[in-house]
């Protein structure tokens, strides 16, 4: 049993640490001398495009999103935009009728009872009139030449998703913003990555992303995650993503570790959703396979590693000294997590114990998630994030 316990506990270690650190090291190793699609168009002869927005009481936002849009280089005859308000009880309809006076493209879309995102986008992308779909949340920003930088990759025909960059704004050092920013930071440089090398970027952020609607797939109704179903169903069918660093949007980030979790747990259930739709995908042995196995599959199951890792170090502990002294760092480790908490309580703030605590709440969302998953989802209907924590 020894043998076993010492099995169980390496493969887990390498597992997180392939996940963490080997595979992102690997891509930038193999990106050196790439360069992403050279294959675009030109400010003179832009696609036309759809852009679908689902909304759920946005009053605080909904203005400036619109105006980002319409305000933005991109020719405005060239856009249509729907917005799909699900059951609004605040002035989100009243605002965007009151820009629609001014933007005759711009289309209200009202559910009358909550029906959630899925649905609505579903919904949208039927009634969308052009080729080229933009879907994108309501407190996401644009800059001016985002749509641009967006939609200049479409010329190439072998590329179906385009994801964009997304900035944050907001930080405070009493919350968990730099933490976040900075995981989020890793993770667009990987995506990126696999776009260059592969076409095989693994998800957009769902703040923002494009695809050619030949390529949609209707979302299940119960998936809290469309995003990263709508880009492997456009894998799935060999189309190609990737990401324009470029094309920035903006966002308010997360600082409050409380909704951060909530929302983190919603983005694991329907992580572990897709991974039961695409698990045949892992059977291709090619570089979509690669890609979702290392940087998806790999990193979630983690909390099970961790969880292995713990537990074969205490089986193990007096076996030898490596495992004896590996099992107190490990449980010093869980200790410091609360002590951020309490720390941050007095207004002491140290980076590197906030992110620690960070990274645990995140796995830690990851396993309720995968309980989540496993014991059934029944409806994608969502509340959306706090605005301005």
């Not at 969302?365 to 509340?383: N, Q, R």
Request: glycine share 4%; aromatic share 14%.
């Amino acid at each position: 049993m020894i043998l076993a316990y010492q099995y169980i506990l390496w493969i887990s270690v390498v597992a997180v640490l392939f996940s963490y650190v080997i595979y992102p090291v690997l891509l930038r190793l193999l990106a050196i001398g790439k360069k992403n699609n050279s294959i675009v168009y030109d400010t003179t002869s832009l696609p036309n495009v759809s852009i679908l927005i689902a909304a759920h009481n946005e009053e605080k936002v909904i203005e400036e999103k619109l105006k980002s849009i319409f305000e933005s280089n991109y020719p405005i005859d060239k856009l249509e935009v729907l917005i799909g308000t699900d059951n609004c009880t605040d002035r989100t309809e009243e605002l965007i009728t009151s820009l629609a006076t001014r933007y005759t493209n711009l289309k209200l879309v009202s559910f009358k009872m909550r029906t959630g995102k899925v649905r609505i986008i579903n919904q949208l992308v039927t009634q969308a009139i052009h080729p080229l779909l933009i879907i994108t949340d309501a407190n996401v920003i644009f800059d001016k030449e985002t749509l641009f930088h967006l939609v200049k990759h479409f010329k190439n025909t072998e590329i179906a998703l385009v994801d964009t960059n997304m900035l944050h704004k907001g930080f405070k050092k009493e919350g968990i913003s730099y933490e976040e920013s900075f995981y989020i930071r890793g993770e667009v440089g990987s995506k990126y990555i696999e776009g260059i090398l592969w076409g095989t970027m693994m998800g957009p952020f769902g703040g923002c992303y494009a695809f050619r609607k030949e390529y949609f797939s209707p979302v299940p109704e119960n998936f809290l995650v469309d995003d990263f179903y709508i880009n492997m169903k456009v894998l799935e069918k060999g189309g190609k993503a990737i990401n324009e660093v470029k094309a920035i949007v903006f966002e308010d980030i997360s600082n409050d570790i409380r909704e951060e979790f909530r929302r983190k747990i919603r983005i694991a259930t329907g992580s572990f959703q897709n991974l039961f739709v695409f698990k045949h995908l892992l059977l291709r042995f090619n570089a979509l396979s690669f890609s979702f196995f290392s940087h998806k599959v790999l990193r979630w199951l983690c909390p099970i590693f961790f969880i292995l890792i713990y537990a074969t170090s205490l089986l193990l502990v007096n076996y030898s000294q490596c495992y004896h002294s590996a099992f107190y760092i490990e449980s010093m480790i869980l200790v410091l997590i609360p002590l951020d908490y309490f720390l941050q309580k007095t207004g002491v703030h140290i980076r590197l114990l906030r992110l620690l605590r960070h990274f645990f709440f995140m796995n830690l969302a990851i396993f309720a998630g995968m309980l989540k998953a496993i014991a059934g989802v029944k409806t994608s209907i969502w509340e959306p994030t706090q605005r301005h924590q």
